[in-house]
């Protein structure tokens, strides 16, 4: 429909049946005044493609609309900061350098090769976009040409994902006391040493290295004891008397409650799937 309103203002071959009639031209100069109040044809066309990755649960290429009037001002916020990697991961800040050296083109797509480095090759580096959810990725890949990726909902990931990572303490900001780096504040050896024994002895583990191994395989040996005293009478476990190998039996579950399904959908459809360190480092900003 859109495809035969996008051109003229006569309907395109084969959109009427027959010959038009004078009302079938003014709905269709209506319909084009309409699409075109509403932000034009490309803006509708993008509505549509976001409504249509959401309809399989995939709310992302719904973000960039919500992000489109804060744009300048997170540009504005990243040129500013100096942003640091707390660990050898700074897969999250490459894409926020590709995200930033393409930030005045106005083509809707870009590349997903990192813009300086190069491989011994001579050819660009892709990025790493393994920090970002599957969701993400669906939406930021351009489905007609593989490799490239449509600017501005990676725009819009980066800056999502980046405050993620500030959050839990992966990316820190250089001077920063909320959102330091937190690997500068830990204390040196020489600091922590003095303090270990009273810190072992608090937490009840030994405080020199042999004793601590001791101690370890010490209580490995009983649960090992207790495993193999029981395994007789264990029906889920077997062990291949040939190869050694150890295999679970399958246990069947009871059939599931109506109501227990639609608790489980309804979890599926609010909560995200998060880790236990982010769900703690969440916990710890909100709650200081």
Known sequence: MLTALRGSGEAAPGA???EAS???????????????AAGGFEAQLSELEALDAYRGSNYTALVERFFKPDRPTMFKIARRLSFTATSTDRSVLDALDHVLVHQHL??????DTHPT?????????????SFAPKTWLKTVYSREQPG???RRHFEAMVFACLVDELRCGDVAVIGAEDYGDWTRMLLPWEQCEPKLA????QAGIPATASEFTARLRERLTTIAET???????NKDLTIDPVTGVPSLAVRRAGERTASAQKLEETLGERLSARSVLEHLARAAHWTH
Do not use: H, Q
């Not at 003014?26 to 309409?34: E, M, T, Y």
């Not at 009273?198 to 002895?201: K, P, S």
């Open 16 to 18: 009427w049946e027959g």
């Open 22 to 36: 004078l009302d079938d031209l003014l709905a269709l100069k209506n319909a084009r005044a309409a699409i075109e």
């Open 106 to 111: 106005t083509r809707p797509l870009v590349a």
């Open 117 to 129: 480095r190069k491989d011994e090759n001579g050819e660009s580096v892709p990025l790493d976009l």
């Open 148 to 150: 490239m990726l449509v």
């Open 198 to 201: 009273g810190f072992c002895e």
């Open 227 to 233: 495993v193999d005293a029981g395994y007789p009478d």
